[in-house]
């Protein structure tokens, strides 16, 4: 029972820093990257979308050292677990043919967990037996070694995570509006529990109308707390709500879990116009939802226009919230809104 214990604990760590790392990673390039290409080709604006894609690059690295942090672990083992974490993503491949190293994206983020994840266990089995000479021997042993077994299982996660991602969206290409709801339904719950929507939509790498979908439950959620939040909360708590802060809700997720009713419900009816617009969005997006509005914006750049990005990302989702709200609680009497919304922290 006990080992249960511990292997929870140390998943829930990596998660933690996993989807920390993430956000900080990909918020930037996620929300400047569709602003930046109002500005053509102009030298400042090219300039300041290339370094959001270099600091983007540095995700994996940014994950190890929040895993590391999770652990407690000393300034100098954080950096090697994220070198280590860097190094075994996949980020930066050798090209033969250029003869150089070439990065792009953020690399297979499950592959990143891994191989943080064996960078940590190493450090926990070494200990402070190298003593003095810890400084040499932990970057060379630990980073480089971790680093290394990543390399190796980084073609064999890939084409798992690309498999998953690829079947999810094959089946959302033959059956849109059933899986459309099913993604929304997903992402909509997930959001208000421990695990990260960020991280999923990036592990599996949904793609296109998943992408869409699974952004649109985020922001379906999103409306769905701040409409119920408004009169129960103070104005903080539903301003954070609406700055992304869904998770803050999961106490009330899990002592009232009748807030699922209106939450799916919310998220079935907004599911239906990605699938009939084709919204679309990005691995990097499936998970922000109106965050940044980095979901209107993606499906912005998939060529959705204005009118529709209005209507479906906000008009349909309010009237949905707004609709579930008055039928839950006024008509069927299910129950108190601020007995069910009441922040709890």
């Known amino acids: 029972m006990k080992d249960k214990s511990s292997a929870k604990i140390f998943l829930n760590k990596v998660l933690s820093g996993t989807a920390t790392g993430i956000i900080v990673g990909l918020i930037p390039n996620a929300v400047l990257a569709a602003i930046l290409k109002m500005f053509g080709d102009n030298t400042f604006a090219v300039a300041i979308a290339n370094t959001a894609l270099i600091f983007q ?4 690295l940014l994950i190890g050292v929040l895993i590391a942090q999770q652990f407690k672990l000393n300034p100098m083992q954080m950096l090697v677990v994220g070198g280590a974490s860097f190094a075994g993503s996949g980020v930066i ?8 190293f070439i990065g792009a994206g953020t690399g297979d983020i499950i592959n990143t967990m891994l191989t943080a994840s064996i960078a940590v266990l190493l450090i926990q089995l070494i200990g402070d037996k190298f003593g003095s000479v810890a400084i040499v021997l932990t970057p060379i042993v630990v980073g480089v070694g971790a680093g290394l077994i990543g390399f190796y299982l980084y073609p064999y996660v890939t084409d798992i995570t690309k498999a998953i991602g690829d079947g999810i969206n094959a089946f959302t290409n033959l059956q849109p509006i059933f899986m459309a709801i099913l993604i929304s339904c997903a992402f909509a719950l997930i959001i ?3 695990i990260s929507t960020v991280a999923i939509g990036m592990a599996i790498q949904l793609n296109g109308i998943s992408a869409g979908a ?4 985020v ?3 999103t409306i769905v707390l701040v409409v119920n939040s408004w009169k129960v909360n103070k104005s903080g708590v539903t301003i954070a709500i609406a700055l ?3 998770k803050m809700m999961m106490p009330n ?3 009232r879990p009748i807030i699922m009713v209106p939450v799916l419900f919310t998220a079935i009816i907004s599911a239906i116009p990605v699938a009939l617009f084709s919204i679309s969005g990005t ?3 499936a998970g922000f939802g109106l965050v940044g509005i980095v979901g209107p914006l993606a499906s912005m750049e998939a060529g959705l226009n204005i009118v529709l990005v209005l209507i479906s990302w906000l008009l349909v989702p309010i009237a949905a919230a707004l609709l579930s709200q008055f039928v839950c609680e006024k008509i069927l009497h299910m129950y108190d809104r601020t007995d069910v919304f009441k922040f709890l922290g």
């Not at 690059?57 to 994996?60: F, G, N, S």
């Not at 699974?214 to 439950?217: K, N, R, T």
Request: proline fraction near 10%; hydrophobic fraction near 55%; aromatic fraction near 6%.
């Open 214 to 217: 699974a952004a649109m439950g």
């Open 283 to 285: 691995p990097a997006s």
């Open 253 to 255: 997720l899990f002592r």
């Open 219 to 221: 922001a379906a959620t």
């Open 192 to 194: 208000i529990s421990p």
């Open 57 to 60: 690059m540095a995700t994996p």
């Open 244 to 246: 992304g802060a869904m």
């Open 93 to 100: 491949k050798f090209d033969g043919k250029a003869a150089a």
